[in-house]
């Protein structure tokens, strides 16, 4: 059962990078989500300095997934930034993680093969009944932003399972640093749309030192997740890894309802009495199934 441990820590450096990044994309010189994403991007290729530990050179299949996994990565970024600019912090990703474990669970039975046993498939359905229950009702998301947060996360779905296919084809450390190299490349493909390269230069040279150290540190956390969150996806059943994203966005919650309690402005977040009864009936049904999963997983 680590891979419990390091999927639900993961998930925590996820609500925090979640955060920063809803918190600078409100920014005059950080508003543009291919600039974000490409700046994340690069700084994805830190993963090389792992490749002495470990590194040990893939079949070809390897490669190919390994890559894919990184490009489906960045343009599922692409498309959440684009929807978490306008949207709220906790719902936006609560949308995306909620459905993500859908497609995720859908993907990994057509190429994986992956099937649950009963327990483990009641554990899933009362996780991911609690992600909806955080993000249903008034106040959510526009009909544009929707359609957005499904592409990001079937995208986002197809990434995980690329990168457990890529797992399967070789170590861990190996897997990880071929999924970054490919969100990297991808990220280049960035640079050719219209205006992204003159406002990525203008975000270097015109940022404040203070928001550049946010972006950093964001982003420190959200690398760390994304090592935790691989190593539990190379440990267990994807499927079930990521229907603990539901633990993400309690996190979130969490987080935003104490930053907005003091900096009310920051992140725009709408916390009535009537959204935080149902996100707590979801928080209820997430430790219901995170119960059910720690007695049911073999």
């Given at each position: 059962m680590t891979w419990l441990i390091w999927a639900s820590v993961g998930y925590f450096f996820n609500a925090l990078v979640a955060l920063v990044d809803k918190s600078l994309l409100g920014r005059?010189?950080?508003?543009?989500?291919?600039?974000?994403?490409?700046?994340?991007?690069?700084?994805?290729?830190?993963?090389?300095v792992l490749v002495p530990f470990g590194w040990q050179t893939p079949s070809f299949i390897g490669w190919v997934w390994g890559l894919a996994s990184g490009l489906c990565f960045t343009a599922a970024l692409w498309v959440m930034f684009t929807v978490l600019k306008s949207g709220e912090a906790s719902r936006v990703p609560a949308y995306i993680g909620s459905l993500n474990p859908l497609f995720v669970f859908a993907v990994s039975f057509l190429l994986i093969g992956e099937r649950l046993a009963l327990e483990q498939l009641l554990a899933f359905v009362v996780l991911v009944l609690g992600g909806f229950m955080m993000v249903s009702g008034r106040g959510g998301l526009n009909k544009k932003q929707i359609s957005l947060a499904v592409l990001s996360s079937a995208i986002f779905g197809m990434a995980f399972v690329f990168l457990k296919l890529t797992f399967?084809?070789?170590?861990?450390?190996?897997?990880?640093?071929?999924?970054?190299?490919?969100?990297?490349?991808s990220g280049l493909l960035l640079l050719f749309l219209p205006g992204t390269l003159s406002s990525f230069s203008h975000m270097v040279k015109q940022t404040s030192g203070g928001i550049k150290f946010s972006f950093l540190a964001g982003q420190a956390s959200g690398a760390l997740a994304g090592v935790l969150n691989s190593y539990a996806v190379s440990l267990a059943s994807v499927t079930l890894v990521q229907s603990l994203q539901g633990m993400q966005y309690v996190f979130i919650l969490v987080l935003a309802l104490l930053i907005s309690y003091k900096w009310p402005q920051l992140l725009r977040e709408e916390i009535s009495s009537d959204v935080l009864v149902r996100k707590i009936i979801g928080i209820i049904f997430i430790a219901g199934g995170l119960w059910w999963l720690s007695w049911s997983y073999v």
């Open positions: 005059e010189r950080l508003d543009n989500p291919a600039v974000y994403t490409f700046a994340i991007s690069c700084l994805g290729l830190l993963a090389l399967m084809e070789t170590s861990f450390i190996t897997g990880l640093v071929l999924s970054r190299t490919g969100a990297f490349l």
